[in-house]
């Protein structure tokens, strides 16, 4: 990984950092509980990819992280919260979590329903409490919700985990897998960089080849974590390797098998790079990510 | 109950269920099942009682329908998704829901959890996508947006919920079922029919006596359910008598016997039909609305 991408990563990260920690409330009062729980898992660690793939949609058309932080820490939210309910015994039944326990094992299955929720309402709070106080574009902001609404709900996040666990332990055709992988991870990715690039006020065909981008990486990015599954290292995920073939989890590996799953892998980046080419220089960030996302080590 | 009121409630509700199917989903494609989920419980019966309220709260100013239709099925959807994930095992464990199976009885727990995931979401998609192709006014429906968010989540709804569970079996002091209700139920059902007043163009001291009177009648509303848990007719309720009893709900008659509560549910009553004497007689529906809360049978 280049030297230039470790910084900016490093930069918007704690960018997002900062502005999750002003966004967020203190735990008081008779729900302190929630609070807790729903801090406890948005701070426990993670890439914090999508709201920075959020900004660089932003860069790419000249906008800054100023312009759409509310909506980067708001789509981070969304992750915390689908990852709560995923890692609940009724889904996943997942204990750790990035080497931490998982929600509902400090807080109880019950507050850990609650957390997510409480994170994925206080999204949408979030970013229409950004339009109600600041001088943003009101009809950008209000298409920005309605994207990322569309790719969190049933068209696409909801809709990919209900495949994904409908056809755990059974061998589905190709097509399956890939609209697991592209409605249950591709779809947030998609729409967090598309969302920074609409309201930075890029144009309809700039934020239709930043979603094409975004689709492709999003894609790629599952990919890349069901190979991590495999080959990655235990310390370094944090969870069990392997557990995804212990499970039955339909992955791109026992599907097309390692090889050709590292062969898609590389198209869709080609494919994503390719995607930028109306772009200058600005988007340099956005190739860089885009290589980035299938060569990283967690 | 009114002939009048009678007549306004099932006209309403009628406009709401055929806008509810006209902007829900049909079921299709792999992720088929979480569409149905999200229909089963949607459609389920119920009062459309919030929604009645939004419409209502709109024609309070010289609003319509028409001007509030999507945000007042996005608010069901919102309180469709909560009883989902109330009735879920590891919340209340409810077997039955106005007299039918709950969700997950039909659909599994993982299924009814993402269909509650799934309303959710649309919910906003539903109030966002409404800025996208309207022409209504962007900041009063981002207010709106924000305004249901925060009453849905851990400021309200979500909040109740948890206090709820965790004083489940124990002997709080007065306010704390105060919180619960006020939160809880209080906090939707004031929201639904502010937003249809700041949708319809309503001025600020019009929202906010609008609001009071939404919190007061959010309250009586819920200590209503309560005694209707005691007094109630099981078929007409759909569920059993005294399960609230049985399972050590925190409600204002194990707080404050039956004859207080009846008698707080009524100087609520008063105090909202109190908090609308700056309107006229357009208001004379909200007024109707706040005494039929408290004698309705179901």
Redesign the interface.
Same mark, same amino acid.
């Given at each position: 990984m280049s030297k230039r991408i470790e910084n900016y990563l490093e930069d918007r990260k704690t960018l997002i950092e900062e502005a999750l920690k002003k966004f967020m409330?203190e735990p008081s /009062? &008779? @729900?302190g509980?929630? %609070?807790s729980a729903?801090n406890y898992s948005l701070f426990a660690g993670g890439k914090r990819i999508r709201p920075i793939l959020c900004i660089a949609g932003a860069e790419a058309v000249g906008g800054s992280a100023d312009d759409v932080l509310p909506v980067a820490c708001a789509i981070e939210l969304i992750h915390s919260y689908s990852l709560i309910?995923d890692d &609940?015994p %009724?889904?996943d039944n997942d204990d750790l979590r990035r080497g931490k326990p998982t929600n509902h094992k400090i807080f109880g299955?019950?507050?850990a329903?609650?957390a997510?929720? /409480?994170l994925?309402?206080?999204a949408?709070?979030l970013? @229409? /409490?950004y339009?109600?106080d600041e001088k943003v574009e009101?009809?950008a902001?209000?298409?920005v %919700?309605?994207l990322i609404? +569309?790719a969190?709900?049933?068209k696409g996040m909801? /809709?990919?985990?209900?495949?994904d %666990? +409908?056809y755990e332990g059974k061998n589905p055709e190709p097509a399956?897998v890939e609209?697991i992988h592209t409605?249950k991870t591709g779809a947030m990715i998609a729409a967090s960089v598309t969302a920074g690039t609409i309201l930075a006020g890029g144009s309809e065909e700039e934020a239709k080849s930043i979603n094409r981008y975004g689709q492709q990486i999003g894609l790629a990015f599952q990919i890349a974590d069901d190979i991590l599954n495999i080959e990655g290292d235990r310390r370094a995920i944090g969870k069990e390797i392997g557990s995804d073939k212990v499970r039955g989890k339909i992955t791109y590996p026992s599907v097309f098998g390692i090889t050709e799953s590292k062969n898609i892998q590389k198209r869709l980046i080609d494919d994503a790079v390719e995607s930028l080419k109306r772009f200058n220089e600005r988007a340099e960030t956005l190739r860089d990510l885009a290589r980035y996302i299938i060569k990283r080590k967690t």
């Open positions: 409330p /009062g &008779l @729900a509980d929630v %609070i729903m309910h &609940l %009724i889904m299955e019950a507050v329903l609650l997510g929720d /409480g994925l309402t206080l949408f709070n970013m @229409a /409490g339009g109600v009101k009809t902001l209000l298409r %919700i309605d609404a +569309s969190a709900g049933y909801v /809709g990919g985990q209900v495949v %666990i +409908s399956v609209y409605h």
